[in-house]
């Protein structure tokens, strides 16, 4: 954290002979990473505070005592030497790693960790190259499941403490802890109950052996059988940045991708977890007219056909990830031969589109009073959640929160919870201005719909009245993972549409009524699966999921971020703004002949002042670390 | 052949019969000699014990697959023909001792160069290379070698071999 | 707990209740009074001039001048550590705003060690008045009294002695008419040799797993709750009264340069009369053993003593000639520790004693910091090879090995270093013992063929 008036006091120190400066209170694991050298860990993490429980990171430090000490407690000092090489640090390291080995099973050949493993690499890289243990091993059961989703091996195990730390300083859900102690020391769940936190798989990242697998992605792939790219959660409005892995063009595992301005490392699960769908074999891979599989030219045919003179009884559903391109085709379309149909996004809030100068996610951490109106940030946007627990618990910012109902926020014991009536929430707003808790400005203000039981319109002008009186920034929280782009685009508006009256319907994705409106006499689906909700659609074309489809999402609160796919769509399989492009083309509809996404994602730039960002390309990413540790010595 | 000036002098006669005759007796020699010609089809030479020919993947005594799926072979073979997908032993169905096992083990016997590697990699010593080197074929898709033709048979369901 | 407390109001001492009596001659500071009937009752200690002491601090001395008085008599903590109490004192911050504590470790879980109980069943009032005197002087009105869970007896004349005090007004809103107040609260371990630990004691307070913190920042400066806390061990804190009353001057007098005054040692194991002696600091530890206790029994020798628990390092008796000043304990190689003086003689085999430490030592490990947790258990399971008679020299180097990476720094806290001074101790003083164990399958004492190893 900078200091108050924004100088930020730095300290000279010599790490094995290198100078490095740093900021005054930094942790000399962290220091170290400046300069290249690894200082291996295991119980710390640059995200959770410090704790010295694996004695890992010994390094001799002078001035000071005669002994080894930790790197990860002890902060920088002007003037200090450290020496990671040094005989005493070396062996006092190759002894805890010898520790460490004494118990931990030779499974590494069936174990989802090997070959990413810091156990493994620092065994090759600071351990004794010859093993003395002697003695039998410890055994447990295994593997145990934590949840569906999660398996826990405790032979495997090094009592870090980072998956309790995690549970306890970052998501507040303390669902895991340890039980017994000393050697028979092993990590359980709460009262034995399976976890049911959203946040629970980045335990799995966390987990820097194999004791913490997925369930989900369990003996699918070895590390180096994968590619990967670094992508955008598509799951919901907040964008978090993920990885995506891919073996035998399949997406077989999906991690966290950090990128402090919005998710500092922590996805959730649905977004790590809820990735199967783009692998089904029953996944619509052919075009299909009235039941029978056809090709694409057909396809089309029949669906203007379909749509032929609809006018305002055309009805577009949207999915909640439909990229800001396939939404700028989409403009163009309304602009022009499908002028006055109605559209609808699935998943979407009942916001309005967003005022000026909205507030940004990391914005949080340096508000001083945060306000959560008509949302369940943990459902809604989860790791926004997570980022006003940070704010809160860590950075000293006071809590305020506006709903009907308990949430996972008032677990906090200083914050202050008014309940208001569903319904009501605008009123409770307005009496705020002169609260205790909000003197001290900034102050951020999260909104969001109650599920549709608020009145956005005078809400979000409770809120613009409020932000102005005490001085804060609102963001209005958003659901559908594209939505503030479809607002952008000024596909949607505040209010939802539920398409009913249309007599022609095309579906993106599952139907964002829920349903199919009854009224429909034509239908066209184009989404990966045949859903029931889908009906017996009359034309079914076959859509890419968020892995596969290049283009961009414009986040919550405005930023716009591009996809990296990592599957390879095989033909007939097709981009969605190729499909939309052609539809726009037979449809007469002038500039739509693109001959490639970035020919594009310029005119949308032109023309939707929102997508400025989308003429920029994609900065070539660099290379994503998949487990976020020190790199390694060169 | 005009400049026959060079002809030997006529030699004796019984000089001619006795160079047939050591002729004759090299000859009659490697009639006696063993025959070291092996009469490949029918016959075959023996093998090294250490000979690398076409892969096996054990079982236990108890029928249980040796493969515990770590794909180890896989990651060390030069030429990346093999291909293994693992897949969870549960309860009901449990192919191998521990938690994991091949679901898919595939070898390319095109690409493969018999080095062995991947019987040096494996930590449960399941896929040894075998002494057998026919493998000609008439399609590069049977040259695909999968799991069920690379396993040896179940000794639990065996037949008991019957000694006479 | 709290429903197992009888009523005490309006108060009437327990007839159940009784101090222990002094069992052992009274010495000069902390035992002075002890053989009185009823000197666990407050008339009784008030009649020996108890809370006198503590009246004069809040009338008549300013925190400073307090801790002047201590800083002035040498005083070091006798918890184990041996660590200046002026200096401790001087770590807790003047200025932070906001409550702050004084905790009395009271969790007395070293193995030979029971001076704690000694003093708090014979006179507990004179705890209370000395742990108000440290809370005046770093400026807390809150006292938290830690008591190990297994100690009941102490435990329920603490209770009463605080519910006593309490209705005479010493501890309330207006001790003795001064505007300080004072709330001493009592806190039951759950059992555990860790919550004698500082940082693990306060976690254990605070309601969660007893596991030590990591240091910085200390307890002073954040401790219970994240309060500046100061933490003193009974015996420490029992001392104040006579320093308040007698002057720093005259308490440091009593004992060496460097350590001053009187110690509490719990001498046991092979002596005729084990008991809790007071000496003054700077005695023979053969004084102790030898006179005090009386010595070993008939026809036995002195082997090896532990001079301050089972965590200091053992001296063997060619030492017993060292005095107990701490200084002169760390400079031959042991501490002064908790004061436990556990006494072997030569019919015990010494391999077996340290490899029954390290059980010990691996049973109470609490599991947060790796060398501690595998280093000990390793080393148990090693003693156990070389007991069964199935040793080699491989695992006296393992041996070697572990008490190298168990100390110095290598811990979290000092619960490892512990285990590590066992083995190196009695591995440097009794090495042809273990390699007899080890390398020759016999016992020097023959103890283990009497008995059998299994038991260690």
Request: aromatic share 6%.
């Amino acid at each position: 954290m900078p200091e108050p008036n924004g100088a930020v006091p730095t300290v000279t120190l010599t790490i094995d002979g290198h100078q490095v400066t740093v900021p005054r209170g930094t942790l000399i694991v962290e220091a170290a990473k400046r300069v290249r050298i690894e200082i291996p860990v295991f119980c710390y993490h640059h995200k959770m505070d410090p704790v010295g429980a694996c004695r890992m990171c010994l390094v001799e430090i002078s001035p000071g005592p005669p002994r080894p000490q930790t790197a990860c407690t002890t902060p920088v000092a002007e003037g200090m030497v450290v020496r990671t090489n040094s005989p005493m640090a070396v062996s006092a390291r190759a002894d805890i790693l010898e520790y460490e080995l004494a118990n931990h099973p030779l499974d590494c050949p069936v174990c989802d960790k090997g070959g990413e493993c810091p156990l493994q690499d620092y065994t090759f890289r600071h351990g004794y190259p010859t093993s003395r243990i002697n003695a039998p091993r410890r055994h447990f059961l295994k593997p145990i499941p934590l949840s569906e989703r999660i398996a826990l091996d405790r032979e495997r195990c090094v009592l870090c403490y980072r998956c309790t730390r995690y549970y306890d300083e970052i998501t507040w859900d303390q669902e895991l802890t340890a039980d017994h102690r000393g050697a028979d020391s092993y990590i359980t769940s709460q009262f034995g109950q399976p976890l049911r936190s959203i946040f629970s798989g980045n335990i799995i990242d966390l987990c820097p052996v194999g004791a913490l697998t997925s369930r989900v992605w369990r003996f699918e792939a070895r590390p180096w059988d994968m590619a990967y790219t670094g992508s955008v959660c598509s799951r919901c409005a907040v964008g978090c940045n993920v990885t995506l892995w891919e073996r035998r063009n399949q997406l077989v595992r999906v991690t966290s991708r950090q990128n402090d301005e919005i998710d500092e490392g922590w996805i959730c699960d649905r977004g790590r977890f809820e990735y199967t769908e783009v692998n089904r074999p029953d996944r619509i891979r052919v075009p299909q007219v009235e039941g029978r599989e056809a090709t694409w030219d057909e396809a089309m045919e029949a669906l203007l056909d379909g749509i032929q003179g609809a006018g305002h009884r055309l009805g577009i559903s949207i999915r909640r990830d439909v990229t800001n391109e396939e939404l700028f085709c989409l403009w163009r379309l309304l602009q022009g031969p499908c002028r006055g149909a109605r559209v609808a996004l699935e998943g979407r809030t009942s916001l309005p589109a967003p005022g000026e100068d909205t507030l940004l996610i990391r914005d949080l951490d340096c508000a001083r009073a945060i306000v959560v109106v008509a949302s369940d940030t943990a459902d809604d946007v989860p790791i926004v959640n997570l980022r006003i627990k940070k704010a809160v618990s860590k950075l000293g910012a006071r809590l305020l929160i506006v709903h009907p109902d308990r949430l996972d926020l008032d677990r906090w014991p200083e914050a202050e919870h008014i309940r208001n009536r569903p319904g009501e929430a605008a009123a409770a707003v307005r009496e705020l201005a002169g609260h205790p808790l909000l003197q001290e400005g900034p102050v951020a203000i999260l909104w969001g719909d109650g599920r549709g039981s608020e009145d956005t319109r005078e809400l979000a002008a409770a809120v613009a009245e409020l932000a102005t009186r005490v001085g804060g920034r609102s963001m209005p929280l958003y659901r559908a993972t594209n939505e503030r782009g479809a607002l952008a685009a000024g596909l949607i508006s505040g209010v939802p549409d539920d398409l009913e009256g249309c007599e022609a319907v095309i579906c993106y994705g599952p139907p964002a009524p829920g349903r199919i409106p009854a009224s429909a006499r034509f239908v066209a689906v184009w989404d990966l699966l045949l859903r029931p909700e889908h009906g017996s659609p009359d034309v079914v074309l076959p859509a890419l999921g968020f892995a596969e489809t290049q283009g961009s999402y414009t986040n919550l609160e405005g930023r716009v971020q591009f996809l990296h796919p990592v599957l390879h769509p095989e033909p007939p399989l097709r981009e969605g703004w190729e499909v939309l492009c052609e539809l726009g083309q037979r449809l007469k509809v002038r500039e739509m002949d693109f001959v490639g996404i970035f020919q594009l994602q310029r005119a949308a730039a032109r023309a939707i002042p929102q997508f400025a960002a989308l003429a920029s390309p994609p900065e070539p990413e660099p290379q994503p670390t998949p487990v976020l540790y020190g790199p390694a010595r060169p | 052949m005009t400049d026959e000036t060079e002809r030997p002098a006529r030699r004796n006669p019984l000089q001619d019969v006795a160079a047939l005759a050591q002729g004759l007796r090299t000859t009659l020699a490697e009639v006696m000699r063993p025959v070291v010609t092996t009469q490949y089809p029918e016959e075959k030479s023996p093998r090294a014990e250490r000979y690398r020919g076409r892969h096996y993947l054990r079982r236990y005594d108890n029928g249980l697959e040796r493969c515990i799926g770590c794909e180890l072979c896989a990651a060390a073979c030069p030429v990346g023909c093999i291909l293994v997908i693992a897949a969870e032993n549960t309860e009901d169905h449990r192919v191998s001792p521990g938690e994991r096992y091949a679901k898919v083990y595939e070898i390319n016997m095109l690409r493969c160069i018999f080095c062995g590697y991947c019987e040096e990699a494996c930590p449960v010593q399941a896929i040894v290379l075998g002494p057998e080197y026919e493998l000609s074929d008439v399609s590069r898709e049977r040259f695909i070698y999968t799991k069920d033709m690379l396993l040896e048979p179940n000794p639990a369901q065996q037949e008991p071999i019957v000694v006479r | 707990m709290a429903t197992e407390v009888p009523a005490f109001s309006p108060h009437v001492p327990s007839t159940e209740l009784r101090g222990s009596g002094g069992l052992t001659p009274p010495g000069p500071v902390l035992t002075r009074f002890f053989g009185t009937p009823g000197l666990y009752t407050l008339a009784v200690y008030r009649d020996h001039g108890g809370y006198r002491s503590l009246e004069r601090a809040l009338k008549e001395m300013t925190p400073q001048e307090v801790h002047a008085q201590v800083k002035a008599s040498g005083l070091r903590g006798r918890g184990g550590a041996g660590f200046p109490t002026g200096t401790k004192w001087g770590f807790v911050p003047a200025d932070v705003p906001g409550p702050r504590y004084v905790v009395v470790n009271f969790d007395e879980a070293e193995p030979g060690t029971t001076k704690d109980r000694y003093l708090v069943e014979n006179c507990p009032h004179q705890l209370l008045e000395g742990a108000c005197i440290a809370a005046y002087a770093v400026g807390a009105h809150q006292v938290w009294i830690y008591i190990r869970g297994e100690y009941d007896h102490p435990y329920r004349i603490l209770l009463e002695a605080i519910e006593e005090a309490r209705q005479q007004g010493i501890l309330g809103e207006r001790p003795f008419g001064v505007d300080y107040p004072l709330d001493i609260q009592l806190y039951r371990g759950h059992g555990a040799y860790i919550c004698g630990e500082e940082t693990g004691l306060l976690e254990s307070l605070e309601g969660k797993r007893p596991q030590p913190r990591s240091r910085p920042p200390f307890p002073a400066v954040k401790g219970a709750w994240g309060r500046p806390t100061l933490m003193n061990n009974v015996e420490t804190l029992s001392t104040l009264p006579w320093i308040v009353e007698h002057g720093g001057q005259a308490y440091h007098a009593l004992g060496t340069d460097r350590s001053g005054g009187t110690r509490m040692l719990s001498v046991s194991g092979d002596v005729r009369r084990p008991g809790v002696y007071e000496i003054p600091i700077g005695v023979t530890f053969r004084h102790v053993i030898m006179e005090l206790a009386g010595g070993p029994p008939p026809g036995r020798q002195v082997k090896v003593f532990w001079p301050g628990g089972s965590s200091a390092p053992v001296l063997p008796a060619s030492m017993l000639d060292v005095s107990t000043d701490l200084d002169e304990l760390a400079r031959v190689g042991s501490m002064g520790g908790s004061g436990g003086v556990i006494v072997a003689d030569d019919s015990r085999c010494v391999v077996k004693a340290a490899a029954r430490l390290l059980r010990f030592y691996a049973h109470e490990s609490c599991g947060k910091c790796t060398p501690c947790r595998v280093g000990t258990d390793w080393a148990v399971r090693t003693y156990r090879r070389i007991l069964d008679g199935e040793g080699s020299s491989a695992d006296l180097q393992i041996l070697d090995r572990i008490q190298a990476s168990l100390q110095n720094g290598r811990c979290l806290c000092g619960l490892g270093d512990s285990g590590g001074w066992v083995i190196m101790s009695t591995m440097r003083h009794f090495r042809p013992e273990y390699e007899a164990h080890a390398l020759r399958r016999q016992c020097v004492t023959g103890e283990c063929e009497r008995q059998g190893a299994a038991d260690a």
